[in-house]
């Protein structure tokens, strides 16, 4: 369906209705998503997002990051679901990382991925720009996993440019 001048959290809604349609309710068939509207202006971006069950974006200020809570039941199971709309502000420079769960449940020899490595490496990583950042973040999960993704991996990274 296409959005005209709802809120993301109605879009998921819509989305979760049609999957409910369409499967039947069978428990075997949902899926996780976020939906966002962006809004640029001259000093950065306003993001108002709502998550289904999503893993949560985190959003690196400087040297710092942010986890965006954005609770949500995934759709495609239930037909009345609890979404929250968040916004979040992004200044130049900042930057909003979402990603699959594929990322933080990558498993390894030494366990999971993880939220904690992921923040910490979207904190500290030497990346001047968003398509730095996603490379070397899909770098760090493939090296992870010895080269070898068990599960989608994908990454999307907003950023607010100077």
């Known amino acids: 369906e296409v959005d005209h001048g709802h809120g993301p959290a109605e879009v998921?809604?819509?989305?979760?209705?049609?999957?409910?349609r369409e499967t039947g309710g069978s428990p075997l068939r949902f899926a996780t998503a976020v939906h966002g509207r962006l809004h640029v202006d001259g000093g950065g971006a306003t993001v108002i997002l709502a998550s289904a069950g999503?893993?949560?974006?985190l959003v690196r200020r400087g040297g710092n990051v942010e986890v965006v809570a954005a609770p949500g039941t995934l759709l495609g199971v239930y037909p009345d679901i609890e979404l929250t709309e968040t916004t979040v502000r992004?200044?130049?420079g900042d930057m909003m990382v979402l990603y699959t769960d594929g990322v933080t449940e990558a498993r390894g020899v030494n366990g999971f991925y993880g939220t904690?490595?992921?923040?910490t490496l979207v904190a500290t990583a030497p990346a001047p720009t968003a398509d730095a950042l996603a490379d070397i973040l899909l770098a760090d999960v493939v090296e992870f996993q010895q080269g070898?993704?068990?599960?989608?991996?994908?990454?999307?990274?907003?950023?607010?440019?100077?």
């Open 12 to 20: 998921l809604r819509r989305l979760n209705r049609a999957m409910l």
């Open 116 to 119: 904690d490595r992921l923040a």
């Open 148 to 162: 070898r993704l068990h599960d989608d991996v994908a990454l999307l990274i907003l950023e607010a440019t100077p």
């Open 54 to 57: 999503h893993p949560p974006p």
């Open 90 to 92: 992004l200044d130049r």
